[in-house]
């Protein structure tokens, strides 16, 4: 059977300013949450490595974007690193704009539509220092930082996106130790979430009043929640899930509205953030024009088999459990379940509750450990992530053949980049970046595979 897809499909990759760029404090970058948390607690990282020089996209744009044409792309998604743009006084770092400009014109002259998001994780440590996305004068900060990228590059920047998964710096900063500040404090959590969405539609708003003619959206992580079972409880575990951690940047960001539901189980567990009603018709007049879906693997829920003990902190699983569920696929390598008709279930639910709202799969991907190990001459043969892609991509068609309004597949990522607390431990990329010999760039097979997939638009 052949899959095909539309003419002007969006082939291509994404990445992150932090995981990929290094120089991490050249020409007067300033200091992130990441590269302070590092400097303080080294061991908190993957074999003690830090974001100082990641992948070094900073010093080798230039030929990783020959690279990306001549491997097909026609898109990649990259972010702007606050703390290198915006210095703690407030005034722009002009080499980092030359710095952003040559990666766009590069770009453009190679074919390769520039996709900007403008957060990822990345706090400057200079707002971190007030708050972070706690205090109110930072969304402000925001809003000004994502005014100047759209006033500096928005002439050659057509698609830019506010956010990447909204609900990460809220469930990993605090209401688990993963991303700094690393607290477990639900309250904290949702006025940080609060903020961040009105910070999203801030941004919008900044951007529409420049009618520079291009499309802004936001890229959601949406893990679909799956019930145990059709029994009350399952069902109602499930719902909260989604409710918490689907709906309550998905519905926000398409409808203009928080979920009425999510509103009252937060005022039922007295977690009610502090806001003002006209930032409420903010967020309701300003919704995205476009929807990015990160989407890696699903969740599978049950309702709470035990009570929740007075000493510990409320968390979202104060209130569901995973479900194990038998027999399911997995990622041998990374220990995530695999379950392609995810990507389809997602794309239908955009489509019936959602407006059609015009979206892409803006991540998707496989992360492998010891990926050398499938080394054959000098090259990864890495059919699983072909076979991971191809079986996700079938899904993807059949949601474009009933409707659905999608407009392209970015793979995480593009070369193997650093990551977070799990530093380079698992590798996601069609390019090899072997880390012990300068920083060097094969790509995999899979790239071959992917450059056939793009030139015939589809297989």
Not at 126 to 139: A, F, K, M, P, S
Not at 308 to 316: I, M, Q, R, S, Y
Not at 347 to 376: C, L, Q, T, W
Not at 402 to 429: I, P, Q, V
Request: charged share 25%; proline share 4%; glycine share 6%.
């Amino acid at each position: 059977m052949k899959y095909i897809f539309p003419k002007d499909f969006w082939w291509g990759s994404a990445s992150s300013a932090t995981q990929m760029e290094g120089g991490y404090n050249l020409n007067e970058k300033e200091q992130n949450i990441w590269d302070y948390w590092y400097e303080i607690a080294p061991e908190k990282f993957h074999n003690n490595i830090g974001p100082k020089d990641t992948s070094k996209f900073y010093y080798k744009y230039e030929e990783d974007i020959e690279l990306m044409k001549n491997l097909g792309h026609n898109s990649f998604r990259f972010s702007i690193s606050w703390s290198r743009l915006i210095k703690s006084d407030g005034s722009v770092n002009l080499l980092a704009v030359d710095f952003y400009e040559n990666v766009i014109n590069t770009m453009i002259k190679n074919n390769i539509e520039p996709f900007i998001n403008l957060f990822h994780f990345d706090m400057p440590m200079y707002l971190q220092e007030i708050g972070g996305w706690e205090n109110r004068e930072v969304v402000s900060a925001y809003q000004n930082f994502s005014k100047k990228c759209f006033e500096l590059f928005g002439d050659k920047v057509k698609k830019w996106f506010t956010h990447n998964e909204p609900i990460v710096p809220v469930e990993c900063g605090y209401l688990g130790e993963y991303h700094y500040p690393a607290v477990v404090d639900f309250k904290r959590a949702v006025q940080v979430g609060y903020h961040i969405m009105l910070s999203s539609s801030l941004a919008i708003m900044e951007y529409k009043k420049l009618n520079q003619g291009g499309q802004i959206g936001i890229i959601v992580n949406l893990t679909p929640s799956y019930p145990r079972s059709n029994s009350e409880e399952d069902l109602k575990a499930s719902n909260i899930a989604d409710l918490i951690l689907n709906r309550s940047f998905l519905d926000t960001s398409v409808l203009g509205e928080f979920p009425g539901e999510l509103i009252e189980f937060v005022k039922e567990q007295d977690l009610l953030p502090i806001y003002k009603t006209q930032e409420l018709e903010i967020i309701r007049n300003n919704t995205v024009d476009l929807l990015g879906v990160n989407y890696y693997q699903p969740r599978r829920v049950k309702a709470k088999e035990s009570q929740v003990k007075d000493n510990e902190p409320l968390t979202p699983e104060s209130f569901f459990d995973f479900y194990d569920m038998p027999g399911k696929k997995i990622n041998p390598h990374r220990g995530w379940e695999i379950y392609e008709k995810g990507i389809y279930d997602l794309a239908i639910n955009i489509r019936d509750n959602y407006k059609n709202i015009p979206f892409f799969i803006s991540e998707n991907g496989m992360g492998v450990e010891g990926e050398e190990k499938f080394k054959v001459e000098g090259r990864i043969e890495d059919d699983y992530r072909i076979e991971f892609i191809k079986e996700h991509l079938k899904w993807a068609n059949k949601a474009l053949k009933e409707g659905c309004n999608l407009k392209g597949y970015h793979l995480w990522t593009f070369m193997d980049n650093w990551s977070w607390l799990n530093a380079y431990k698992n590798r996601y990329g069609f390019v090899e970046v072997d880390i012990n010999n300068e920083f060097k760039r094969t790509p995999k097979k899979s790239s071959y595979w992917f450059k056939d997939v793009i030139e015939n638009n589809g297989f």
